[in-house]
C-alpha cells in the first residue's frame, strides 16, 4: 500500500459518497473516515505512518541501485520545473557542469517555489523528470557526475 | 537606504509627540528638552529634521510642538512602534529602493537573520511573482513586504504557510478598510473578482526540513487602475479604487503584521485546520466553477468542490470523478 493507492481509495469514497472505509492486510491497518464537507477529515497517524515508510523505501532504493554518478533528489512532493519561466530556457542541461550553489530546477507546490540546489560540484548527466511532472519525496531528479 | 539610522536621534521625540498626539494636545519645547537631556535648540533641530522627513509638527507660542501627521512612507520607527507581535515583525528594516524585498530577506536569512523579520520597500527594480513574472508597483504607493520563517515541520507541509498568509491579508484589508477580501485558492486575495494582493511564497529546504520560507506581499493600496500595466487592467484593483479613498500604509502594514504574527500563532499552536477553517470563511474558490491550467499545460473545467486536508483543492471534474489540484493556476468561471 503506498500514498498513491491511498489516495485512489480517497478518490473513489469521494466518487460514490463513502463515509468510512476499513481495510486490514498483513498486519496492515488503515480506516478512512468522510466529514461534513465530503472531504477526507481523518488524517489518520496510519496514513502518515505510510508516508514515512514510502520515503525510506524511496531512500532505501536509492542506496541499493548504486547509480553510475551521484543524484539530485526532491525534497518534497510537488511539481517539477525545469526553467524559471515557461518561456526560458532550462537551469541546467545535460552535459553542463554545477556547482554546488547553482540552482538546478523549482519543485512547486500549492504555489511554494523551492529552488533546488545542485549541493555538488558535478556533470549533469542525465535529467530524470520532464517539466511539469509530478514527483514524489526522495524521487532522483538529475544523475551528477561528481568532479573535484 | 536604511530609513532607521536617520530616525534614531529623533526617536525619542516622536515617542513624546506621539504620546501627546494621543491625548489630543501640544507638548512644550521646553517639556520635551527637560524629558530628554537636551537643549531647546537641540530639540528645534531635530523637529526640523523630523519636517525634513515630512512629519507634519505645528508649532503654537505658549503650546508647544503637535504631531499632526505622519509621513506617507514605509517608515520603520511607525511601523514598529508599540506593535506588540510576538514572532513576525520583531526586526523592521525599511528601503526606499531594492532589486526585490524576497532577494534582501533571503540574503539575511542566509547570513542567519531569525524569523519574524520583515522588510518593506517603497520600489522593487526587479518585483517578481511565480514562474518569472514580474509584479510591478509604483514607486510610494504599495505594500512591498517579505518576511522570514522558520517553522519547525517538513517541506510538505510548507503549503500551510500558504494558506496562512493568505488568511492574514485578507484579514487585515477587512479590519483597514472594511472591504470584503476573499481568498482565491491558494493565496491570491480579490476584491470582487479582482486581485489586490498576491503572495509569493519561496522555500529554502534540505533533505531533512525546512531552512527558512520567505513570503514576498505584493498589495495595492494607494495605486489607481489607470496605473496598473495593461495585462493586467482589467483583474487587478487596488484599495484606493475599491473604497474611493486612500488608505495609511502605515496603519495598514502594521495590522498586517499583527495579523500574520496572530495566525502564525494559531498555526503552530492550534495547527492548520484552525487556519483552513478561517481560510473556507473567506474562500472565493469553494463551490465555484473554475478552470484549471495544469502544470502540463493542459486546461480543464470543473468545480471546486472542498479543500484537502492538507490545503489542495479538490476538484469535481466535468466525467464526476474527482482530482486534486496542488499545482497549476486556476481561474474562477462563477456559481
Partial sequence: MNLKEIREIINLMNDYDLTEFSMERDGFKMALKRGPEGAIMSQSPIIERVAELVEKAAVEKKEEEQPRGAEIVSPMVGTFYASPSPDSSPYVEVGQIVDTEDVVCIIEAMKVMNEIKADIKGKIIDVLVEGGEPVEFGQPLFLIEPVE | ?335
Fill in chain 2, 1 to 335: 537606504m536604511d530609513r532607521e539610522r536617520h530616525i534614531k536621534p529623533t526617536t525619542l521625540i516622536l515617542d513624546s509627540l506621539h504620546k501627546e498626539r494621543e491625548r489630543g494636545g501640544f507638548v512644550s519645547g521646553e517639556e520635551l528638552a527637560d524629558r530628554l537631556g537636551m537643549s531647546r535648540a537641540a530639540v528645534w533641530q531635530r523637529i526640523s529634521e523630523l519636517r525634513g522627513m515630512g512629519y507634519v509638527i505645528e508649532a503654537q507660542p505658549h503650546h508647544g510642538y503637535r504631531l499632526a501627521n505622519v509621513p506617507d512612507r514605509m517608515l520603520g520607527y511607525e511601523i514598529e512602534r508599540s506593535l506588540g507581535t510576538g514572532i513576525i515583525g520583531r526586526n523592521v528594516i525599511c528601503y526606499d529602493a531594492v532589486s526585490s524585498t524576497n532577494d534582501i530577506a533571503a540574503e539575511m536569512a542566509e547570513k542567519g537573520e531569525p524569523e519574524g523579520c520583515a522588510v518593506f520597500a517603497e520600489c522593487q527594480r526587479k518585483g517578481r511573482g511565480r514562474m518569472g513574472r514580474s509584479w510591478i508597483a509604483p514607486t510610494g504607493k504599495n505594500i512591498l513586504m517579505t518576511f522570514i520563517l522558520r517553522p519547525r515541520m517538513r517541506a510538505v507541509n510548507a503549503p500551510q504557510v500558504t494558506l496562512m498568509s493568505a488568511v492574514a491579508c485578507a484579514e487585515a484589508i477587512r479590519v483597514v478598510t472594511g472591504l470584503p477580501a476573499l481568498i482565491k485558492w491558494p493565496n491570491d486575495i480579490l476584491i470582487g473578482d479582482r486581485k489586490v494582493c498576491g503572495i509569493l511564497v519561496e522555500l529554502f529546504s534540505e533533505l531533512d526540513g525546512i531552512r527558512y520560507i520567505l513570503v514576498g506581499v505584493g498589495l495595492n493600496v494607494n495605486v489607481r487602475r489607470e496605473e496598473f500595466p495593461g495585462e493586467i487592467v482589467e483583474t487587478a484593483t487596488s484599495l484606493l479604487d475599491e473604497l474611493g479613498q486612500k488608505v495609511s500604509r502605515i496603519a495598514l502594514a502594521r495590522e498586517l503584521l499583527q495579523k500574520l504574527d496572530e495566525n502564525y500563532s494559531i498555526l503552530r499552536e492550534s495547527g492548520f485546520s484552525s487556519i483552513m477553517d478561517k481560510w473556507k470563511e473567506m474562500s472565493a474558490t469553494l463551490g465555484r466553477s473554475i478552470r484549471v491550467t495544469w502544470p502540463d499545460g493542459k486546461k480543464e473545467i470543473g468545480s471546486a468542490y472542498a479543500l484537502d486536508a492538507d490545503g489542495a483543492l479538490l476538484l469535481r471534474r466535468e466525467t464526476g470523478f474527482t482530482a486534486r489540484i496542488t499545482s497549476g493556476d486556476i481561474q474562477i468561471l462563477g456559481t
